[in-house]
């Protein structure tokens, strides 16, 4: 007499659930057997009142009943249950009889019915010598978990600010080659002259800095992590230590050289000296001492030597001149018509060019400007301005409005090529495209609307406190540092009044010797939060810029979840696979291919125990990411077809899939800005009524890159 338990893997709390005994008579005769079913641990309830559209025959009402099982037959006996609340399930199955009897028990857990929510307000306020007022609405479920609600206020005079953040990456780099050496010392260099030309005291922002990183490392300790339905490893959402991140990253600012003159004047004398060791005999640059001159490297080491010379360094005319020439010459050899173009962005800095060279760039390379990308669109405005052709420079920075992706719901602004064939040159490098096209809009078009949406594309796309790589970071940083300058975002003068619902209020104010560095927080919890709609205005008095994110998390009990993100965005659809065979002829033979036809379910549908499902995420990415998860929550009635993790059906999307009890997880290594699907099929198999908690989506390395879908509900009838 044998006795088979037959459950989903794991309960969630509402949930409407049937546990079958699989009972087995290999005894010599029929048998009256006594089944019952024992719950232990309080998250299962028994049934009495069986919904008709289970599809059950006979369900039992009764904890125990007594049914014959043939000689060499088996019986099933169905329990419904109802999943009260999450916690350990303990089920236990009897089967007596006079003769032979068996029992199975096993633990399950009960899931709570409930997700982490994360939803984001943000916004630009700017005003000149006057008062801004923006007015936000808040809306919390009374249907939450107490304890876990926070509302996080970030005000940022700039964005721009950031580039401080990329500095330590580019000065400790520690490799040396003829581009890294000048992208090791040009970005601090560049920056510190922006903060000095703005009236800043760089010793005094390090003092301010490392004060400031203190404050936030001991009220780090204090700060409290919000429960979760799911766990997250350290370093994920949930574990997420902001106070202890940005206390680091401060840190780094203040001991960098940008705030010491005597550091940043070492580092810059030895990457001078470095550089002219480099320099050729014909005038030019390779990446190595010992390999051949090369334009774009000489470009880059001549636009960095001006830079530094404007910057008030001393630089040897000589070797700046020599590299004029060489570039001067490869211009008028050259027929690629991109490097031509980043070649005249940087000899026209010169002061002076030769009649021939002002023919390329104006007459030639202009001609072609429709066979550039929008990198080297970008850096031949940069040069027609230049050498004062300001009409033809506006109509390049025309062209470039013209094909820019704007996406004003998440305030960004960007520039693809759209050329993939040449994704491993230099001219459609997505970072690099963006921060040249900015620089190109600061200098003809510096009141344009655009400027703030390309930088915060840019702050968006870092890895970390940097960019893919050093020359991408320096670029970046070149151009943050133009729009600080044009925007004179760091010298702020206002006041900034926060207000929650007349609850709570709080005053900052904000001018250039505290921009960079002030308690720019404003945190409250569910002791000021309540229920329901309530508002949080922000008022600016005074003159300046402020960027604003209200970042609102809470843990969500509500029924049938509704979706968010910020950044990214995922759309669960589910469809009912019926199979078909196809008559298929060629070639004188004949065959039939198994096909199935795709009928969408909508959230309650209904189906039937055997049924296969197919279930598509559509994955939205504003931005180009990297690490991402979705953690597709399942139905407990639901089990993957595939019976093994892996790279799978999508290895063009996603790099792994892992198969877990509860949830199915797609690790993405790259997510291209753009709208991307990752399906994959589920057998309805218990029969119930399930939840479907949302997918939970995030970047490992990015906390407040993250989203949920909707919530799904299914029902599975015998």
């Known amino acids: 007499m044998i006795v088979r338990l037959q459950a989903p893997r794991f309960f969630m709390e509402r949930d409407l659930v049937v546990l079958s005994a699989n009972v087995h008579n290999y005894l010599k005769a029929d048998k009256r057997v006594k089944v019952s079913l024992t719950l232990d641990g309080g998250p299962l309830e028994l049934v009495r009142e069986i919904p008709v559209e289970l599809g059950l025959e006979e369900p039992a009402t009764e904890p125990s009943l007594w049914i014959t099982v043939p ?73 939450r978990r107490r304890g876990a609600t926070e509302l996080n206020l970030q005000l940022t005079p700039s964005l721009a600010a950031i580039a401080l953040d990329a500095l330590p990456y580019l000065a400790d780099y520690p490799y040396g080659c003829i581009e890294q050496t000048m992208s090791r010392f040009l970005p601090t260099v560049l920056v510190a002259r922006t903060l000095t030309d703005l009236g800043l005291d760089l010793e005094e922002l390090g003092t301010r800095a490392e004060l400031y990183a203190r404050e936030l490392e001991a009220s780090a300790g204090s700060q409290r992590q919000p429960d979760s339905a799911y766990t997250y490893p350290k370093g994920m ?52 001492h010992n390999d051949l001159s090369d334009p774009y490297m000489t470009a880059y080491v001549c636009y960095g030597l001006h830079v530094a010379r404007d910057a008030g360094w001393d630089i040897k005319d000589d070797a700046l001149e020599r590299g004029f020439q060489f570039l001067i010459r490869a211009i008028k050899e050259d027929d690629n018509l ?44 940069l040069a027609l301005k230049q050498i004062a052709e300001t009409d033809k420079a506006r109509v390049l920075v025309d062209n470039l409005e013209n094909t820019a992706h704007i996406d004003r719901e998440n305030g960004t602004c960007n520039w693809r090529s759209g050329r993939t064939r040449w994704w491993w040159h230099w001219w459609d490098n997505p970072v690099e495209t963006n921060a040249a096209v900015l620089r190109a809009y600061l ?28 020359k991408e970071t320096a670029m970046a940083v070149y151009a943050l540092a133009d729009y600080i300058r044009v925007s ?170 892992e198969l877990r009890d509860e949830k199915v997880a797609f690790f993405i290594s790259n997510m291209p800005q753009g709208t991307r699907a990752v399906r994959y099929r589920v057998r309805a198999e218990i029969p119930g009524s399930f939840h479907a908690l949302p997918t939970n989506g995030y970047s490992m390395y990015a906390p407040d890159v993250r989203c949920i879908s909707d919530e799904w509900r299914l029902g599975i009838s015998d």
Not at 366 to 371: A, E, G, I, L, T
């Open 443 to 470: 200098a003809v078009r510096p009141d344009g609307e655009l400027a703030p949406m390309m930088v915060k594309w840019m702050v968006n796309n870092r890895r970390g406190n940097h960019w893919s790589s050093t």
């Open 237 to 288: 959402p949930g574990s997420f230590d902001a106070g202890e991140l940005a206390s680091r990253m401060y840190l780094r600012r203040a001991r960098g050289p940008i705030f010491d003159a005597d550091a940043l004047s070492k580092m810059v004398k030895t990457g001078l000296a470095r550089i002219y060791r480099k320099q050729h005999s014909d005038g030019g640059w390779g990446w190595w």
């Open 338 to 381: 991109h490097r031509m173009a980043y070649l005249a962005s940087v000899v026209t800095l010169r002061g002076s060019v030769d009649d021939e060279v002002e023919s390329i760039i104006s007459d030639r390379l202009y001609r072609n400007r429709m066979k550039l990308t929008p990198y080297s669109q970008a850096l031949l405005a």
């Open 71 to 143: 000689k060499d037959g088996e019986r099933r006996v169905d329990w419904v249950v109802r999943v009260l609340r999450p916690g350990a399930a303990s089920v236990t199955m009897t089967a007596q009889t006079d003769e032979e009897s068996d029992a199975v028990q096993m633990q399950f857990p009960a899931l709570v019915h409930g997700v982490e929510k994360f939803e984001v307000q943000a916004g630009v306020m700017k005003t000149s010598d006057g008062e801004r007022v923006v007015t936000l609405t808040l809306n919390l479920p009374e249907e």
């Open 488 to 657: 004179k975002e760091l010298a702020p003068d206002y006041t900034i009044t926060v207000n929650l619902d007349g609850k709570v209020e709080r005053t900052y104010r904000v001018n250039r010797e505290n921009s960079l560095f002030f308690d720019n927080r404003f945190i409250v919890g569910d002791e000021v939060l309540g229920d329901g709609p309530q508002t949080l205005t922000i008022t600016v008095r005074g003159t300046g810029t402020l960027y604003y994110a209200a970042y609102l998390k809470y843990f969500s009990l509500e029924e049938d979840i509704k979706g968010g993100g910020n950044e990214i965005f995922a759309k669960r659809r589910y469809f009912k696979l019926t199979p078909r065979l196809v008559a298929k002829t060629a070639h004188g033979r004949s065959w039939q291919e198994l096909t199935y036809d795709r009928e969408e379910l909508p959230s309650g549908a209904q189906v039937q125990s055997g049924d296969m499902i197919e279930v598509e995420l559509v994955i939205e990415s504003k931005n180009d990411y990297e690490y991402l998860v979705f953690e597709d929550m399942k139905p407990a009635g639901c089990e993957p077809i595939a019976l093994r993790s892996g790279a799978g059906e999508g290895a063009g999307v996603y790099s792994y899939m």
